[in-house]
Structures are given as structure tokens and as C-alpha cells.
């Protein structure tokens, strides 16, 4: 539906994007994707990432490197539903993509991802890419010339 781009921090790398999103629609949902390397030096972590899974009776949110403000531990689940709200720690769970797509390139099968969702998930990236708005933020420096990107909140 829409993507955008912006160099919000490297104005010395005029062609450099360090930050891009896209929404997405489709027969059977809607979804975004967001994509930045600000990280405030106030998380303690390099990264942050985050998925969320909207539904009509519920949500789903993971947090892959950290529980903001709780703990520094990371591959966490929340789940909300008609019933309760659940947290459930999944530091401890097996994670088999990572083996299971060596051996699909290994034995040319395609066990851990399906060829045809791989390939589609390559051209709305490209897509996404190719169509993208390029987005300017003012005072892309930051506050004092510190080089953090500007608060969302100013």
C-alpha cells in the first residue's frame, strides 16, 4: 500500500537509509513492517525488535531482545485475548528455522520456508523498496548535534 524511506542520521551518506516501513494489505489481512537502527542508549541493548499480530479477539506481541523496563532478557510472547492477558517466556524454546533452511539449501528442499513465500516476500521488499517515499526530517542531527535522531515527541 505505501513504504517509505529517510537518512535521518547520516547526512554524510546522502544515499544511506536508516530507516524504512511499509503497510501492507491483502485478500486475507493487513500487516506493517518498520525497519530503524535508533536504538537510545537508555535500552541497554543494540536493537529492539518487535512484531505484533493483530486479530478480531486478540493480539499477539513478541519482543526479541528485551522486555522494555522489566528485564534485559529477550525472545518474550505476550498474548491478549477475550480472557486474560499472558506473558510467556520463550528464552527456553527450540528454534528450528535457522537449521531447518541450511538443510533446505543444502538438500534443495524447501522445508523451513516455501519457495513461492520466499520468493513473494522478496518482491514486496523490492517493491516496497523501489517505491518508496523518500522521507527528510528536519534537524536529522539530532538535539545539540549529538547525532540521535530527533524525539518523536518534540
Not at 531482545?65 to 477475550?82: E, H, I, Q, R
Request: charged share 20%; proline share 5%; aromatic share 10%.
Amino acid at each position: 500500500m505505501s513504504s517509505q524511506v529517510a537518512n535521518v542520521r547520516h547526512p554524510d551518506r546522502p544515499h544511506f537509509q536508516d530507516f524504512g516501513d511499509m503497510t501492507l494489505s491483502g485478500d486475507k489481512g493487513f500487516g506493517y513492517v518498520r525497519l530503524d537502527w535508533f536504538t537510545p542508549d537508555g535500552l541497554g541493548i543494540w536493537g529492539d525488535g518487535r512484531l505484533f499480530i493483530l486479530g478480531t479477539d486478540g493480539y499477539i506481541e513478541i519482543r526479541k531482545y528485551t522486555n522494555v523496563a522489566v528485564s534485559k532478557g529477550g525472545n518474550n510472547l505476550f498474548l491478549v485475548d477475550g480472557k486474560s492477558a499472558r506473558y510467556i517466556d520463550c528464552a527456553n524454546g527450540r528454534l528450528p528455522f535457522g537449521p531447518q533452511f541450511v538443510a533446505d539449501v543444502v538438500n534443495r528442499t524447501h522445508t523451513a520456508q516455501d519457495q513461492e513465500q520466499c520468493l513473494l516476500a522478496a518482491e514486496l521488499s523490492i517493491r516496497a523498496q523501489v517505491n518508496a517515499r523518500r522521507v527528510t526530517i528536519a534537524n536529522s542531527r539530532g538535539p545539540s548535534g549529538t547525532g540521535r535522531a530527533p524525539s518523536p515527541c518534540r
